[in-house]
């Protein structure tokens, strides 16, 4: 953990081109448990989540429209505002506890399995979202959370939120499949988190927009006119 802190000064300084913990290494993937059983619940192809994802937000709002009679105008407006604090979420967890250098081990920990690991292995396919159970038990946790806050209007909000989360999976799992859109905003959101993972990791948190980039003063600096090619090879 010291170590972690130590390389982020340097980095800071200029010392270094990026701190250990956090540059891409050669093997496309690596281990996080020694059984076989746990490893199976780090990994998920792309398309499971966001299967999983699509019906449970077509469900709650079926269920919100026929059910709780919610109106449909009001739904969406609820389910956009949903949507907005998930851009909101993914900014400030990936910001502050993702890339926050400390030397607690619990944190640390955190990190790793969480989100170094994908630094370290940016292009593994496996693990460019999060796996189905862990996901389920974060986004139940979310749901409640909201009941509690909303009451009803949560079945409206929480679809908002995870569809959020889905937008969010699909860019992030493009961002480090596929080539760059020609589409400025979408190239724009390639380019930045490129930067992000090979040339300062403290800027560009966002992946889904760069709206709270903007807001927090957190966006590379890249000079007008010059374009980078993204490695995701």
């Known amino acids: 953990m010291k170590k972690n802190v130590a390389q982020y000064l340097a980095f800071k300084r200029g010392e270094i081109r990026l701190p250990e913990h956090l540059k891409p290494k050669k093997e496309l993937t690596t281990r996080l448990f020694k059984s076989d059983f746990m490893e199976v619940f780090t990994r998920t192809p792309i398309w499971v989540p966001q299967i999983m994802y699509m019906v449970l937000i077509v469900l709650f709002f079926w269920y919100g429209i026929t059910r709780l009679n919610l109106n449909v105008f009001i739904l969406l407006l609820v389910a956009a505002t949903g949507f907005l604090s998930w851009t909101f979420t993914e900014y400030m967890v990936h910001r502050f506890l993702y890339h926050t250098e400390s030397e607690s081990e619990t944190l640390y920990n955190i990190q790793f399995k969480g989100h170094t690991v994908h630094h370290q292995h940016p292009i593994d396919p496996s693990r460019l979202a999060m796996p189905p159970l862990p996901s389920i038990i974060f986004s139940s946790l979310f749901f409640g959370l909201f009941y509690l806050l909303m009451g009803k209007w949560a079945v409206a909000f929480w679809p908002g939120f995870v569809a959020g989360y889905l937008v969010y999976i699909?860019?992030?799992?493009?961002?480090?499949?596929?080539?760059?859109?020609?589409?400025?905003?979408?190239?724009?959101?390639?380019?930045?988190?490129?930067?992000?993972?090979?040339?300062?990791?403290?800027?560009?948190?966002?992946?889904?927009?760069?709206?709270?980039?903007?807001?927090?003063?957190?966006?590379?600096?890249?000079?007008?006119?010059?374009?980078?090619k993204a490695n995701i090879s």
Do not use: E
């Not at 596929?178 to 992946?207: E, R």
């Not at 760069?210 to 927090?216: A, I, S, T």
């Open 170 to 228: 699909t860019f992030h799992y493009y961002q480090h499949r596929i080539k760059s859109p020609a589409i400025p905003t979408l190239k724009k959101l390639w380019l930045y988190h490129q930067i992000h993972h090979y040339s300062d990791p403290y800027v560009a948190f966002g992946v889904s927009t760069l709206l709270w980039d903007y807001v927090f003063g957190t966006l590379p600096k890249v000079k007008k006119g010059k374009t980078k």
